[in-house]
């Protein structure tokens, strides 16, 4: 079941899901870059009904701090300044993490895909009002990360600053 294994991930990460797992159309959910509704735990988890859909859990944002400090060595050094996705999308589980990295003084986009052997970092985006930087490996996923209205889905590299950055289905 889908939902145990969104459930699984979040424990091997040490993060605290709230509530159950919902179901929302994946171009809304990716648009979202709020907090996402609360699924009523009485309901039980959801799976996903279709390939627009996403099967997704809603995390506390303090609740990746742990896992910020300790994939990336240094106590404080990225905290997490919007709600954190984890989601299910066409059978494959994907984190996506947004965070001030205190230490190079920029906001920081991360985006993981999970797989048998663990987590791969498929997208590291640095940005500011001045410049983004990013290391962008999506070619084989249905995203991209969009900068300023410009989906970029694959490099390395630098564009003009932007006060947000969306990890977005690919058009």
């Known amino acids: 079941m889908m939902s145990n294994k969104l459930r ?3 424990i091997g990460a040490g993060i605290a899901a709230v509530g159950a797992i ?3 159309a994946a171009v809304d ?7 996402e509704e609360k699924v009523d ?3 039980g988890d959801q799976q996903a009904t279709s390939n627009q859909e996403v099967a997704y859990a809603v995390v506390e944002p303090s609740s990746v701090q742990d896992f910020l400090d300790k994939s990336f060595g240094k106590p404080g050094r990225y905290v997490a300044n919007r709600p954190p996705k984890v989601f299910e999308y066409q059978g494959e589980d994907y984190m996506v993490i947004w965070a001030r990295d205190n230490e190079q003084n920029k906001n920081q986009m991360l985006a ?3 797989n048998e052997s663990g987590r791969d970092m498929i997208a590291s985006v640095g940005y500011t009002d001045q410049k983004t930087d990013y290391n962008i490996n999506l070619a084989n996923t249905p995203f991209a990360v969009e900068v300023n209205g410009k989906q970029i889905k694959s490099g390395q590299g630098e564009t003009e600053g932007t006060n947000d ?3 977005v289905l690919a058009s």
């Open 8 to 10: 699984n991930i979040l």
């Open 22 to 24: 919902g179901t929302k």
């Open 29 to 35: 959910y990716l648009r979202n870059r709020g907090q």
């Open 41 to 43: 735990e009485s309901q």
């Open 112 to 114: 993981f895909i999970y």
């Open 165 to 167: 950055v969306d990890l």
